[in-house]
């Protein structure tokens, strides 16, 4: 018999891609993009005049952004590339260990993103708020809002579904990628206590000693 669990459980992700290479690929993704992000705020941190924004609206709303938030903002970019680099790591070297921190964070991301498409639908009036706090100059901004309210609500939903469709294969990937490593140390660990139990068994007098 075969759990419900375990019929999920693949070592093949992105169709052709075993679930180690995944792994390193996606983490070594995360650290790039997370790494061009902390490049960018240091460098707004060290020389504020180089970001300067031209528009009225978008400047007053960057202004409240004082160095504080981007010191936090650096701060969770470099913690998201040391978890990426350890996922990276603990795929490589199968250590599965090491991929559990990026894999709660998957999931927290995940659940973030299910807690706004549930709020979107108790309170769909968000996004007509939304939209009003776009600048005037946003591209199509008055086409979106001469839209119906509920049509706006299902394009959201619609683009949110998919996000979390795409985000729950990726933790599937990163979980068969733990599942894999973790039963691999386990069987190396099961034949190297069978192989030891086997040599004493081996050299173990036929008769005990006088």
Known sequence: MISPWDRWHSTRCCLCCHVRTGTVILGVWYMLINAVVLLILVTALGDPDQYHLTSAELANDL???????????????????????????????????WII????????????????????VVYPNTIQDYLQQ???????????????NVCL??????????????????????????RYVRARSTTEVLIYVTTNDTTKLTYTPDKPPL
């Open 63 to 97: 202004d409240d952004m004082d160095d504080a938030n981007m010191c936090i903002a650096s701060a969770i970019s470099l913690l998201m590339i040391l978890i990426s680099g350890m996922a990276t790591y603990g795929a490589y070297k199968q250590h599965a260990a």
């Open 101 to 120: 921190p990026f894999f709660c964070y998957q999931v927290f991301d995940c659940a973030l993103n299910t807690l706004v498409a549930v709020s979107i």
């Open 134 to 148: 776009l600048p005037e100059n946003f591209p199509y901004k008055e086409d979106i809002m001469a839209m119906s």
């Open 153 to 178: 609500v299902f394009i959201v939903l619609l683009f949110i579904g998919c996000i979390l469709t795409f985000k729950a294969y990726l933790i599937a990937c990163v979980w068969n990628c733990y």
